[in-house]
């Protein structure tokens, strides 16, 4: 629980600097290079991102736009309490057709 909680707050936090710097969350998506939908999920604490994502996001680490980018949107997807399975699956479909993951 005590885990839960740390993410919680770390969303929350993200979430009042993006409010104090009077950004959208889509503002916020396009500044930072990260998906809509993955922002989203880290800001409510459904979503830990990994030690490498923000290692490269604080610019530790060399980032490449390669199939951990997709990951991340499919991940958001799939941690989205609101869809159901049926829903997540569809919605991955179409993204991996779009960006050409089968």
């Not at 993410?7 to 409010?19: H, K, V």
């Not at 499919?74 to 159901?84: F, G, H, N, T, V």
Request: aromatic share 6%.
């Amino acid at each position: 629980m005590a885990a839960e909680a740390a993410w919680q707050e770390l969303g929350n936090f993200i979430r009042a600097q993006r409010r104090m710097a009077r950004l959208s969350l889509r503002q916020l998506s396009e500044l930072s290079s990260v998906s809509n939908p993955y922002l989203s999920q880290v800001e409510r604490g459904l979503y830990r991102p990994s030690a490498e994502t923000r290692y490269a996001r604080a610019g530790l680490l060399d980032e490449e736009m390669d199939e951990s980018a997709e990951l991340d949107v499919e991940d958001a997807i799939r941690l989205d309490r609101q869809l159901s399975d049926d829903q997540k699956q569809a919605l991955i479909a179409v993204y991996r057709g779009f960006v050409g993951g089968g």
